[in-house]
């Protein structure tokens, strides 16, 4: 799960949280009123609501937020066992109650004892049942082969091989095992895994292949500093780099801690290059104009569809498999601007080559037809990508997807760090002379907007790619 959608899913539970709250103080209300009118006590009625309850309300619902988060109901748990959790719902719900019982005595004139016992079973049980539930749904995605995550254990030894069994023997965490890394495998039938690289060759592994997490499992007192190189490059690449016990230290990184069959785990991951509300922004916009692009061209569409279907055979459309966000494969949408089959016959032209670094570009492509010519100078043909940007696989700004045949060609490890943001339709690269402009920079470019990116940024990109639009740069 992407570091937004995590942040989603964390904002998601507090609402939840809350209104489970709610509705178990609202339950409470109503059996609380139930049990009175059977004791000849007038029943309950909003009507008596006063503005002091509800700011009460207000104080219990910040409160409540406050315990949940306190206790790390909010923080990523795949480690956590399920008891774990019921117990730090149940010290954060007696806590929650205990304020709402002193915020009952301070706007009303004495404490109701059933009352408060009644919404504390209830939002007990609730709050319990809620999170089992959520929990419930994600195995049931992650059974269907959903939101998983690859693993990487470093080190091939009896620990590494014994908590890679811990780990693949809780199906619920949803965790797919790439395999071993070390410089001696240590095991030559390793569990359900195999070896993949050496410690020295692991950065260029990383660098080359989708992994979500790496597992250390290797001795510190012989392995400290490889294992710190691992781990600064993990955290350079934002890869979540556990550890068995606390003795990695980095400036960048966050590290809540875990429990795996009372194996003590830290976590060491980048603590991200922009705040959640931000990310959160720069997905609806994208959302937004990318449905609205899609409405307001819909004509082009058509004209442009019936130009390409007239000019030469062939499907309207081109796809390829592109290197997004963390280094997945996700297939491009573009109008096809080239005779059908192209990227056959790109192994015979690789001598004419123009471009430097890993790019391939040739001025006088002899593939490109002539409707696919103005397509590109006019930007027209990168238009169906906008499809890409609703299905989450890019946004309108970001570093732009690479061809796998470019990324296999990167052959140094300072530019993979532009697959640590989500790719998208413009960047830099685009309004600072585009094809003018040689493999390493466009590279460093793309660096410059991840380390300076903002909605500000975001939106400045996009006004000033419209110029470049109109005035035809395109190649």
């Given amino acids: 799960m992407g570091t937004t959608r995590k942040k989603l899913l964390a904002k998601g539970t507090r609402i939840l949280d809350l209104t489970v709250m709610l509705c178990s103080l609202s339950g409470a209300v109503l059996l609380h009123a139930q049990l009175s009118m059977v004791r000849g006590v007038s029943q309950f009625t909003p009507a008596l609501l006063r503005p002091v309850d509800g700011l009460a309300l207000i104080l219990l619902l910040i409160a409540w937020n406050r315990l949940f988060a306190h206790f790390g109901l909010y923080t990523v748990r795949r480690l956590d066992e399920r008891v774990r959790e019921w117990l730090d719902i149940a010290k954060a719900v007696s806590l929650g109650t205990l304020v709402a019982a002193a915020l009952t005595l301070l706007v009303a004139e004495e404490l109701d004892n059933k009352f408060i016992l009644l919404f504390y079973a209830l939002a007990l049980f609730a709050s319990i049942s809620s999170r089992a539930l959520v929990r419930e749904g994600l195995v049931f995605l992650r059974s269907r082969g959903r939101n998983l995550r690859h693993i990487v254990f470093v080190g091939s030894g009896p620990e590494a091989v014994d908590l890679s069994q811990k780990i693949l023997h809780r199906a619920d965490l949803g965790y797919r095992l790439l395999g071993f890394v070390d410089d001696h495998p240590q095991n030559t039938r390793l569990w359900q895994g195999k070896w993949l690289c050496t410690l020295d060759a692991f950065p260029d592994y990383l660098c080359r292949h989708a992994v979500d997490e790496v597992f250390i499992a290797l001795p510190i007192s012989t392995c400290y500093e490889q294992v710190r190189r691992i781990t600064c490059f993990c955290d350079e690449l934002s890869i979540p780099c556990r550890v068995p016990s606390d003795w990695m230290e980095l400036k960048t990184a966050d590290t809540p801690a875990y429990e795996l069959n009372g194996v003590p785990m830290l976590t060491l991951r980048n603590a991200g290059r922009g705040r959640f509300s931000h990310l959160v922004i720069k997905r609806l916009l994208d959302v937004t104009l990318a449905g609205a692009g899609l409405l307001l061209l819909a004509p082009l569409f058509l004209v442009v569809s019936a130009l390409i279907a007239l000019s030469s055979s062939g499907p309207v459309f081109f796809k390829q498999q592109r290197v997004g966000f963390n280094r997945r494969r996700f297939r491009i949408y573009k109008f096809r601007t080239m005779v059908d089959g192209a990227e056959a016959l790109q192994a015979q032209l690789e001598h004419l080559n123009e471009a430097d670094g890993a790019a391939f570009k040739i001025a006088a492509d002899p593939r490109i037809t002539p409707v696919g010519r103005w397509l590109r100078r006019t930007s027209i043909d990168e238009i169906p990508q906008l499809i890409n940007v609703l299905k989450g696989e890019m946004s309108l700004v970001g570093p732009r997807p690479l061809p796998v045949r470019d990324v296999n060609n990167i052959y140094e490890q ?62």
Avoid at 429 to 439: A, D, E, N
Avoid at 448 to 455: A, G, M, N, R, V
Avoid at 470 to 475: D, F, I, K, L
Wanted: charged letters at 30%; hydrophobic letters at 45%; a positive charge.
């Fill in 414 to 475: 300072w530019p993979i760090r532009r697959f640590s943001m989500r790719p998208g339709l413009t960047c830099l690269w685009q309004i600072s002379g585009r094809h003018r402009l040689r493999f390493n920079e466009w590279m460093r470019l793309d660096l410059k907007y991840i380390d300076e990116w903002s909605i500000w940024l975001d939106l400045k990109i996009m006004l000033r790619t419209i110029p470049e639009v109109v005035r035809a740069t395109g190649e």
